[in-house]
């Protein structure tokens, strides 16, 4: 079968697979990690993963939609995740998402033309106790201020344009 | 990665190996680890229930159910196989310790589940991580390795003849899914949309087999109970409340973080001594106990123990533990706003109470905040909130309606201030344009 997978992905899922008495059990995780290389769930990819997990696409997409991390858009390069929830809010989280949104001249959801951004607000990311705080994909920044978040910024603009 | 805190209050129990380098399998050893499961093999499952049971110990996810007394629901015999599941699915507001023990301590989970399984019968576990905590999920599955790699997990544990698996698992973003039925949807690579009960997991759970679902905090504690037996961590709390509790003070505190604290700690100490008090010379309005599901306590009410006994007398919840300190330079109005938008925004959608009623009341809360707020509008949010009590499948509806009733009942005055046409008189920083809301 033609493949959207890499070899890494497709051992990662054969792996999972069998450490549930069902195949479908793997299906959350795996949308994830296939997101996280593709960079989001296309057409191809919800088909090879139904066809991969035994599932409908109709099903897939069922369980995509209902997942705020997984998405059938690509988004920038850098995903900027700022949570403006309750322990957030009251430190400020609030100006770090308005400051990234004219950083980056994009609004929530949005992304920057060159494909290198993303803004998104979140809700309550875990990092209560270090807020403000967001997340650039997976890596956690706490205990924002507006001027961190510059200088948060800028490195990954240089690491996403080198 | 997350800063550690540290306070002479503590009390180190599920911390204790916190900093210490134990997330490396060696390093957990030296430090007592994988001793705790070696015991318990040699335990009749009855007698690891009783001490569990005997150590007081109470749910840390939330709803502070007894934890042996769950593990004794699950029947003896079974045609199916039995489950461990761990929630590791942190994503209550205010919520930010399950993170630490993983980071920290991802063997002592581990362990958890074994003893878990063992006293029940299980043969098999699951740790569900949030899909945010990717760097805990690698954390996670790099020590479960590890421990396969020993001989601890797989085919004839500790030469002991009995087989256990224990194996991760990640979620991708949603609340909902932390609700225990809504996991085992989860896990079965569903939308995480909770289940009509009964019958309880304890019976029918996880592909429809009896299976026990505890947070990881709660399952943390485990060995160091089995190791130090249940009447002293019994002792380390209030009676009923057994041990020590991850508190995570956050929001307009001074020295913010996770301490560990003995069960029943004072709440006012909690803020001012262990926390540092309220900083830039404000002082406090209110604090939310345990996470934002739970009525508001305001700053009169706060001499309170922090054991789920106490706070449920003071008119509020122990919850996850998330202790959200808001002070005087806060809008309750638009505290509550946030509070309802996140509820709104993470509602299943199943029941009609709580899919309309968050999202009248987020409107009405938008509304408010914006200086259109009418005098009845006051009542009916009170109203609406009380009557979606108990009325859902699932306790999120309760979770949205329970704090906003505490907002507008202890804090009527300051929406009295919103209304017809007043702006809201605490954006003397000046209001930040507001962005589109939130997609869902
Ligand atoms: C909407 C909702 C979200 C929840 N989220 C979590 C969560 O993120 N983590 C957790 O441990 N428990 C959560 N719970 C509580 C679980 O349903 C369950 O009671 C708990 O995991 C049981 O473990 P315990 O007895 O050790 O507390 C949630 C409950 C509800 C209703
Ligand atoms: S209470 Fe809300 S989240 Fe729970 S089942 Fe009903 S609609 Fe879904
Ligand atoms: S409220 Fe922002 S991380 Fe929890």
Redesign the pocket.
């Known amino acids: 079968m033609t493949t959207l997978f890499s070899p890494a992905l497709a051992a990662r899922f054969d792996k999972l697979v069998t450490l549930y008495p069902v195949r479908r059990s793997a299906l959350v995780p795996m949308l994830l990690y296939a997101q996280d290389e593709v960079g989001y769930l296309s057409d191809d990819v919800v088909a090879e993963i139904a066809e991969r997990i035994g599932a409908t696409e109709l099903e897939v997409r069922n369980v995509i939609s209902y997942y705020s991390m997984l998405t059938t858009k690509p988004r920038g390069k850098y995903n900027v995740q700022v949570c403006t929830n309750i322990s957030c809010m009251v430190r400020g989280g609030e100006e770090i998402l308005h400051h990234c949104a004219k950083k980056l001249g994009i609004g929530n959801k949005d992304t920057t033309p060159d494909g290198l951004f993303s803004l998104e607000e979140v809700e309550c990311i875990g990092a209560c106790s270090w807020a403000p705080a967001a997340q650039v994909n997976y890596d956690f920044h706490e205990n924002l201020t507006t001027e961190k978040m510059d200088g948060i910024l800028e490195g990954y603009k240089k690491k996403g344009t080198q | 990665m997350a800063e550690l805190v540290s306070h002479p209050d503590e009390v180190k129990v599920v911390s204790r190996r916190f900093g210490q380098g134990a997330t490396d399998i060696d390093r957990y050893l030296a430090l007592d680890g994988y001793k705790a499961v070696q015991k318990a093999l040699a335990m009749e499952p009855d007698a690891i229930i009783n001490e569990v049971k005997n150590s007081g110990l109470r749910?840390?996810?939330?709803?502070g159910?007894s934890?042996g007394m769950?593990w004794s629901f699950v029947p003896k015999q079974s045609a199916k196989p039995k489950y461990v599941l761990c929630?590791g699915?942190?994503?209550?507001p205010g919520t930010c310790k399950d993170r630490l023990i993983f980071e920290h301590d991802p063997h002592s989970v581990i362990e958890g589940v074994m003893i878990a399984g063992l006293s029940i019968g299980a043969k098999s576990g699951y740790v569900y991580i949030r899909g945010e905590y990717r760097y805990l999920s690698n954390i996670m599955q790099k020590a479960i390795k590890d421990a396969y790699a020993k001989g601890f997990l797989g085919k004839n544990i500790f030469g002991s003849g009995r087989d256990f698996d224990v194996h991760w698992h990640g979620g991708a973003g949603a609340?909902?899914v932390?609700?225990?039925s809504a996991l085992m949807e989860s896990l079965e690579g569903k939308r995480g949309v909770p289940r009509i009960k009964p019958p309880f997991p304890a019976v029918v759970g996880l592909w429809g087999g009896p299976t026990v679902?505890?947070?990881?905090e709660?399952l943390a504690s485990v060995p160091h109970i089995i190791l130090g037996g249940g009447e002293w961590f019994a002792k380390l709390g209030t009676p009923k409340n057994g041990g020590t509790r991850l508190f995570c003070l956050s929001g307009n505190i001074a020295k913010p973080g996770v301490y560990e604290l003995p069960m029943g700690y004072n709440l006012k100490k909690m803020i001012y001594d262990v926390g540092g008090g309220i900083p830039n010379g404000r002082t406090l309005k209110a604090v939310v106990p345990g996470g934002s599901s739970c009525p508001c306590l305001t700053a009169d009410e706060i001499d309170v123990a922090m054991d789920f006994d106490s706070v449920a007398k003071a008119g509020s919840m122990l919850g996850?533990g998330g202790v959200v300190v808001i002070d005087d330079a806060q809008c309750i109005v638009k505290f509550a706003l946030r509070t309802m938008k996140f509820y709104q925004h993470e509602s299943c959608g199943w029941c009609i109470p709580c899919r309309e009623g968050t999202d009248w009341l987020k409107k009405t809360l938008i509304r408010f905040h914006a200086g259109g707020g009418l005098k009845k509008d006051i009542d009916n949010m009170q109203y609406l909130s009380e009557n979606m009590l108990g009325r859902t499948f699932?306790?999120?509806g309760d979770?949205a309606a329970m704090p906003t009733i505490a907002f507008v009942k202890k804090f009527r005055k300051e929406f009295e201030d919103h209304l017809e046409g007043r702006p809201c008189p605490y954006e003397e920083r000046g209001a930040v344009e507001q962005l589109p809301v939130m997609a869902h």
């Open positions: 749910g840390r996810g939330g709803a159910f934890t769950k929630n699915d942190e994503s209550e609340y909902e932390g609700e225990e679902i505890n947070n990881a709660t996850s699932c306790p999120l979770a």
